[in-house]
């Protein structure tokens, strides 16, 4: 675990040094799937940062390595005493373990207690034998690991639990679950941070001593200035730093006060005037809440609720059943593009309503051929007959013709006003969950009483951005952010935000507090905007588990052709209701539980802030162009100045959310101009770098975590820290995404994000790039090693090894290749690349698609990857085009193409869909003449001995080796061994390539005679 120090006379702080990145990655995998008291339930912001990477980084980031010399002497007594001599009780498990020096037991035993004993492992032991009660200690490093306190200091921020080791080591068969895979006394569990975990709240207590501590007894100051969705500042405040945390956009900046100053400051105990109940008669009463801001929200929210119920609960009458109505299904509609029929096409993914193991539903077609009309009906389990919907990827079947109606055709009719909506199921309260129901007369005239009551003149006529790439309903000629939502579904967001300002109106009589007010009234905003998540109609209904998704995926917002409409009134999933359980409880779990934030809102690159005011600087930058932020957040914008623009005139002055001055490479800002976009960034990024650097005390770091893969990217950001005056020192990258790979941030994010701690530069002198070309390498064959072992692969594993690049390079003032120019960073990142490919290939020097098959056999082995993930890795072994074109290829394919496609082409990889994988022999051994070129690439030479091995064609296998000079090939058989060592065993090619290798010394004794009888046919 370990990293690089700084160079100054400074004592690292433990990131620099250290941290247990496999068992931040496991935690961090975990927070997707988190949800009561989640921050991600609060209100959507992208690109959370998962919150187990914030505390450590941020954690790290303040606390010296206690291992070096330089640490002062009071932060090594405080570990120790917290972490080793000293634990608290209610952090110790007790286990009861047999006496070791029991007389009675044979040596051999007794032996095996005492080692459990060292290990305080909890053990099955006879009967017979006594026991004795020991207390674990729970940050005693792991076997093996010097117990040294920078080692202590690692378990403490995050310890394997002891399923996870027994599982590790074979002793257990069941893999641990998820939640069980740390130490329940590990700082970055998520259930450390739970308040009503004693044991958690222990945790904490000890982390922000040790904090304090070291920063001399005093409250360091942690800045974030891309503050986002709040996970760095919370985390910050959780270990009792004072966070200052910043951003751009107003969503997020009002987002931020819910997230970590609101919670903090006014989520405590308090009086509040109640209604009990007392022998059947009710009182108003003045009582002790647990929580007073919770208990506002609430009383305020159903307040709306109850006043917006009055006003459109007709909107959503019970069918003849009388079952409450969770909401309908609507599908939009096409004219069909046959002349002879022009039905209209009800436009559904699929007739399935709900897929569950247990239960099934779907909607029935009933057409009317005369008529040229579809009826929707209900079937339930058995009498399914049909789950195929209307939509195909060409355009849409329709129902009456049975002919397809083509895209184009589709998206002419919407230009010109011809595409409608219709309902197509009812939802409704069943006794057992959800049922769904035909729909009835008076569910078209509720709606229609829905159109009369709108005033168009209140829906939100902000335009959308006029890039389809990030809302494709532009494309269908949908313009305005109110065009996301159908008559009632406006009707309702309307009343909503009419009610919400009646009741901030009364709150001003029974709230004097201005500032509090203003806090109630943010979450009330909030949980408006949260709930058009839920009413509009580009979200998508989920029959797996019968339930809205919200509209935004793949960092846009996708058309969709049918789509889901709650009732805002329902008690159930997408209500308002349900709404705001989520937000109390995400309050709860943050109360009174941490230092407050304190939140600027503006431009990073120009803080309000005097000099050297932060201890240290944790964020997470925009990552280049994957999040169009100003752009997708305005959809909530909308609402949220409609809702509470003049409570919080501060925030929202401006008719959308600003955008020039947003830290993004966005082309469709820069009138598609992709330089200029990139030139923005890198800016923009500098400026804020710098500005934060101008912050930062002497000696404080400034730790950056980076999610984007592409050497662009990349460019930007060092580019940007050596502007900014930074280098970097240490870096971690830490998995977040394990099992799902990345959907949510698309198609160029990492698997994982990639942490760089880094310290003002301190430039030295001008170097040759001839030496610092070996530095480099050395410092990234290191770095592969370690990263390696923590399990990265792939992308993930090669950008990692960027930032130990950049540490060599910047601390040169300049450095110069042979003619005296400056090597760029471009060109520094392909010679780390470079350095990293070498590190995996080892001792394997082949031609490049050999290279290539070895790495990525190496990297991968045989699994299926991503189309992306392979491309970066393709690209860094191939480096141009020509590289990885063999002679027969330039002649067949005439102009290099594509880079991914030269090796496709060569079929080094099976490609199915957007995954790819490795080419074994049976998949490469059916084009014919294969290895049979002047000069094959080694991988064509290996498979055609392997299939002639395979064939038992061993003559012919032994002229073919002899002939082409590959008995005494090095790379040949390097080649061989090093698949040898790799492919799985239970394999026909690991057989085949193990039998060459076996047989290697007789084919060679055979090649020479064959060679000796050949030349005895040569005439003298
Ligand atoms: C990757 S996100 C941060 C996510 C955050 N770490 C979290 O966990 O939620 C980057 C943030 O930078 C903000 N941003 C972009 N340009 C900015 C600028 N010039 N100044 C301040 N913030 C900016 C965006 O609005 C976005 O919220
Ligand atoms: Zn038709």
Not at 26 to 45: C, M, N, P, Q
């Amino acid at each position: 675990m370990s990293g690089r120090g700084n160079n100054g006379n400074e004592c690292p702080r433990l990131i620099e040094v250290a941290l247990p990145i496999r068992e931040i990655s496991a935690e961090s995998v975990r927070d997707k799937s988190l949800r009561h008291g989640h921050i991600s339930t609060l209100h959507l912001w992208w690109a959370r940062r998962p919150l187990a990477a914030s505390r450590a980084v941020v954690f790290a980031s303040l606390v010296p390595d206690p291992d070096d010399p330089r640490c002062p002497a009071e932060f090594r007594a405080a570990v120790e005493r917290l972490l080793a001599t000293h634990v608290s009780p209610i952090l110790r498990k007790t286990y009861l373990l047999p006496d070791p020096d029991n007389s009675v037991l044979p040596e051999e035993q007794r032996e095996a207690i005492r080692k459990c004993w060292l290990h305080k492992l909890p053990k099955h032991w006879p009967n017979e034998i006594e026991k004795i009660t020991v207390q674990d200690d729970p940050y005693a490093p792991y076997d093996g690991m010097p117990d040294t306190l920078r080692n202590r200091l690692l378990m403490f921020i995050a310890k394997w639990s002891r399923e996870s080791l027994a599982f590790e080591a074979g002793k257990a068969k069941k893999e641990p679950d998820p939640k069980c895979l740390l130490d329940d006394r590990s700082l970055v569990k998520w259930e450390t941070s739970d308040p009503e975990n004693p044991q958690g709240r222990e945790v904490l207590r000890i982390a922000r001593e040790l904090v304090k501590v070291a920063y001399g007894g005093n409250i360091p100051t942690v800045l974030d200035p891309f503050a986002g969705g709040g996970a760095i500042p919370l985390e910050a405040g959780r270990l009792g730093c004072q966070a200052i945390a910043n951003d751009y956009n107003p969503v997020a900046y009002l987002i931020l006060r819910a997230t970590c100053e609101f919670p903090q400051k006014y989520g405590k105990p308090g009086k509040r005037r109640v209604i009990v109940e007392g022998f059947g008669k009710k009182v108003e009463q003045e009582a002790q809440v647990p929580n007073v801001l919770v208990h506002d929200l609430e009383k305020w929210a159903n307040w709306i609720l109850e006043r917006a119920r009055e006003k459109i609960g007709h909107l959503y009458p019970p069918g003849k059943d009388g079952r409450p109505v969770v909401g309908y299904l609507w599908a939009r509609t096409a004219p069909c593009s046959n002349p002879s029929c022009r039905g209209e096409i009800p436009l559904l993914r699929s007739l399935l309503v709900c897929n569950k193991k247990d239960k099934k539903v779907a909607l029935t077609m009933e057409v009317d051929k005369k008529a040229k009309t579809v009826r929707f009906g209900i079937a339930k389990g058995n009498a399914i007959k049909a789950t195929e919907g209307t939509t195909v990827s060409r355009g849409a079947r329709c129902p009456v013709c049975n002919q397809i109606t083509p895209v184009d055709f589709m998206k002419e009719a919407s230009f010109s006003g011809k595409m409608g909506e219709r309902i197509v199921a009812v939802i409704t309260e069943g006794v057992n969950g959800k049922e769904y129901r035909p729909v009835e007369e008076h569910d078209i005239r509720a709606f229609e009483q829905a159109e009369k009551m709108l005033d168009p003149e209140d829906a939100p006529m902000e335009p959308m951005p006029e890039s389809p790439d990030l809302v494709s309903g532009r494309g269908w000629n949908f313009k305005t952010w109110g065009s996301l939502f159908n008559p009632r579904q406006l009707v309702a967001m309307q009343t909503f935000v009419a009610c919400l300002h009646e009741a901030l109106e009364r709150m001003r009589e029974e709230i004097a507090d201005e500032e509090y007010r203003k806090a109630v009234g943010v979450y009330l905003g909030l949980w408006v905007s949260r709930s058009s998540m839920f009413q509009s109609s580009v979200g998508l209904w989920k029959p797996s588990g019968e339930f809205v998704a919200a509209p935004f995926s793949m960092q846009a917002i996708p058309m969709v052709w049918d789509y889901p409409e709650t009732s805002p009134l329902a008690d159930a999933s997408g209500g308002a209701g349900g709404q705001l359980e989520w937000i109390m409880r995400f309050i709860l779990h943050e109360s009174n539980n941490a230092v407050p934030a304190s939140l600027t809102h503006g431009d990073g690159a120009a803080l309000a802030m005097e000099d050297r005011l932060a201890d240290v600087v944790v964020s997470d930058p925009p990552y280049f162009d994957a999040i169009a932020y100003g752009d997708l957040s305005d959809y909530f914008y909308v609402w949220l100045k409609r809702a509470i623009g003049d409570l919080v005139p501060e925030a929202m002055a401006t008719p959308l959310t600003p955008k020039t001055d947003e830290a993004t490479a966005l082309k469709h800002r820069h009138g598609g101009d992709g330089e200029q976009a990139d030139a923005h960034f890198k800016s923009k990024l500098s400026a804020v770098l710098a500005e934060a650097h101008r912050v930062l005390k002497p000696g404080g770091i400034i730790s950056i975590m980076f999610a984007h893969q592409s050497t662009k990217a990349w460019t930007a950001l060092i580019q940007a820290l050596f502007d900014a005056g930074l280098s970097i020192d240490a870096t971690w990258p830490i998995d977040t995404e394990r099992d799902v790979r990345s959907i949510a941030l698309g198609a160029s994010a990492l698997a994982s994000s990639i942490t760089v701690t880094c310290r003002p530069r301190v430039v030295g002198s001008a170097a040759a790039f001839k030496q610092v070309r070996k530095e480099i390498e050395q410092v990234v064959q290191e770095s592969v090693k370690r990263f390696w072992s923590y399990g990265f692969r792939g992308a993930d594993l090669i950008v990692a090894c960027y930032g130990p690049a950049v540490g060599v390079f910047g601390k040169y003032e300049r450095v110069e290749k042979a003619d005296g120019t400056p090597v760029r960073i471009p060109e520094l990142l392909e010679l780390a690349r470079q350095a990293a490919r070498d590190a995996i290939a080892g001792e394997f020097r082949g031609d490049n698609l050999s290279t290539l098959y070895y790495v990525w056999a190496n990297l991968y082995g045989t699994a299926e990857q991503a189309w992306d993930d392979a491309r970066l890795v393709v690209q860094i072994v191939g480096g141009q085009p020509s590289r990885l074109q063999t002679e027969a290829d330039r002649q067949d394919a005439g102009p290099p193409t594509e880079i991914m496609e030269v090796a496709r082409g060569h079929g080094i990889f099976v490609v199915d869909g957007s995954t790819c994988r490795l080419a074994l022999l049976a998949d490469r051994a059916s084009r014919r003449g294969r290895g049979m070129d002047g000069n094959p690439p080694h991988i064509d030479a290996l498979h055609r001995s392997m299939l002639l091995w395979k064939q038992e064609k061993r003559s012919e296998l032994v002229e073919y080796l002899n002939e082409r000079g590959l008995l005494e090939d090095g790379p040949f058989w390097k080649l061989a061994q090093a698949l040898f060592e790799v492919l799985p065993r239970d394999l026909e090619d690991w057989k085949l390539v193990n039998a060459l290798l076996g047989e290697r010394q007789t084919l060679r004794a055979e090649g020479k005679k064959s060679a000796y009888k050949e030349d005895q046919k040569l005439p003298l």
